[in-house]
């Protein structure tokens, strides 16, 4: 029989389940064209000199030719690395899709990178470890004769980074995912996740001030949809330590605490 | 297959049918500049770009930039063999980059196509410019309806010309004729899309003008209105089944489905006696006379 007394929230969670299998890609990116240009040697190392603020005059020839050389590898990897249908990767893999395998040349390569203002270096935390994260800046999106890609998620590229691979890690695990979804309290969650009766809520917390996550919390726990968890991802341990203890401290999640949990967001990082 | 365009929310319920997809504007992404599969870009975008002319206000000249930007984005990007296609905000982008003498005819194109594409890009954002691949056959072989609620009716209007355009320009790309029904698409308040001004005024009025090529190609439309006095000439012409519901508003509304029906005075006189809710009156170019219909009571 038909129910004309549907409720918004069922409608918006059976939309966001079946629309799903229209759509080809589950990426979080979204990749707007491919390389369509290359740029001659002689430019390269005008451009070199010009993303480091020096003239000609100032080098001898053969630091020119070096410089060239630098800014060639450097523009090597980035159109290789932003090419790739994925490349929400760590700095190590970065290099491995690019082939360089030697350690000096990828301290070169890095170093030359940031100096022709090509990354920004993120870090985030594995387990234990600590790995770097390189956010592509305009001039290196120019370089590799691409677009800037456009994204489904809000929040800087870490955040990209982070719900990208939460997505996945979703998808994996067998569950529908949504970025960036409405409650009905009008509060975007980053990402919805359902398998069968099961929700979970994810929040990536990437910067300070964490007080605010507090209030995020609390709209998310009290929409009608009642997340089995939420799961907030977090930079790294000292991120996670603070967290936790404001969320201990704070009487309004009394009733919440035994469904949030905290997580470092790299451990949800896929190695390919 | 079934194809609803939902206006307010009426066809909500038919979500509790597993196979029914019932889609809410927030989870629809697609991209207006695409075309259909078997459709070339050099085809599909001044097509495109003249639909927008019906419900923003943009002339002639003005869309032939869209389509002069778009179609150079097409070729700078080689998107038909790269299957990757540029946006409506490309299009913006580009545009906006250009720099025309502030006095001369292109500068104030530029202004009005400026002006529409971010209304448009305002109300739709990243819906109509995604570079999420809607994968066709699935989207063409699927029953679904999508709620436009929440959005002003012209901009409504707008995104059924465009996915009918889609739907009817694929069709006739690929010559998949039909002498029977495959797609029945549902324009609900089709007195807002339909009225008798819209076909006096400057230019073709692209719907109407689909209407009278669809059934060749299969697409049929039901088209509901609550005053059918008002509704464009053209739609009467090109539809073969008409039905009025007991209990019409306005008398002309009599006048106007017996005249397009071809009924005698005496029957007009009929129906216009006869008006309890739940009667209907039908007349089916298949049969010879007009014939009423009652919806039974179910309690």
Known sequence: ??????????????????????????????????????????????????????????????????????????????????????????????????????????????????????????????????????????????????????????????????????????????????????????????????????????????????????????????????????????????????????IANDSRLDTYRDRIEVVLAGNFVGKS | MLKIFDRKMDYASLSVFAGFVYWMLGDYYTNWLQPPPGVSHKAWVPIFCEIPSNYLDIRVAGRNLITTVADWLCEKHNSSVSGVYPTLKDVYHVIRSKKYPAVSHLARYQETILNRLEGLLAVFGDHICSQRRLDWNIFHNTNWAISLYGIPTDYQNLFITVTTAKILVYRMANNLRSSGLVDLLVFDEGSTMFRKWYESREGTYLLTDYLAKCREFGIGFVIGTQTLSNLADSVLANTSIKILVGGAGLGADYNIFASATGMTPEQTEFIKRFTMPGQAYGKDPRYPYPFTLEVPRIA
């Open chain 1, 1 to 246: 029989m038909l129910r004309k007394d549907i409720s918004i929230l069922e409608l918006a969670l059976l939309s966001a389940q079946r629309s799903e299998q229209f759509y080809v890609e589950t990426k979080v990116l979204e990749k707007p064209e491919s390389a369509d240009q290359r740029h001659s040697s002689n430019s390269d190392a005008a451009q070199a000199e010009q993303a480091i603020g020096m003239t000609a005059s100032d080098h001898s020839v053969k630091e020119r030719c070096t410089l060239t050389e630098t800014f060639k590898s450097v523009v090597a990897v980035i159109t290789v690395w932003l090419n790739l249908a994925n490349p929400f990767l760590f700095q190590g893999a970065i290099f491995k899709r690019a082939g360089i395998t030697s350690g000096s040349a990828q301290t070169k390569l890095k170093k030359a990178a940031f100096r022709f203002g090509f990354i920004i270096e993120h870090k985030l935390q594995v387990f234990k470890t600590i790995l770097s994260v390189w956010e592509p800046t305009d001039i290196a999106y120019q370089k590799a004769g691409i677009q800037k890609p456009h994204y489904h998620s809000k929040g800087g590229y870490l955040h990209q980074f982070v719900i990208h691979h939460i997505k996945e890690w979703g998808i994996q695990n067998g569950f529908v995912v949504k970025i960036e979804f409405f409650l009905t309290n009008n509060k975007p969650v980053d990402a919805a996740m359902w398998k069968g009766e099961t929700v979970i809520f994810w929040e990536v917390v990437m910067s300070e001030p964490m007080e605010k996550e507090i209030q995020n919390i609390i709209k998310d726990c009290e929409t009608d949809l009642q997340p089995e968890r939420l799961t907030l991802a977090v930079k790294d341990g000292k991120m996670k330590k603070k967290l936790e203890q404001l």
